[in-house]
């Protein structure tokens, strides 16, 4: 917190925070500085993604998803981008959508999809 206070407009702390927060639990707190570093650089596919990821974990799935299309709209071989869809996709119940976002991951990272192959297989 000390680097933001010199350097509030750092994408990167921005995004270290709130994810830091996030997976401390602190999910509402990861809100603010995810979405200030989304906004802040929009083209940073990480700093979208992590935004994303925080409103899943809100359930706010259609803002979560207009995330994630924008970031694939921008580079549709994003393994980071593609992942947060599919597990979206399984935290909202929507196996068939994650399945598609599986099926493409596969060519890009082998080792994302396993991972969201294993959180595919929780849902069924």
Known sequence: ERFLAERPDSVDGLSSLGVALLRAGRVREAVGPLHRAASLNPDNVLARVNYAAVLVKLGERETAMTEYRIVLAR??????????????????????????????????????????????????
Request: glycine fraction near 8%.
């Open 75 to 124: 580079d549709p071989r994003s393994p980071e981008a593609r992942y947060g869809a599919g597990w979206a996709h399984v935290q909202f119940g929507e196996t068939d959508a994650a399945r598609r976002e599986h099926a493409i991951l596969k060519t890009l990272d082998a080792g994302l999809a396993a991972q969201l192959a294993r959180e595919i297989a929780v849902i069924r």
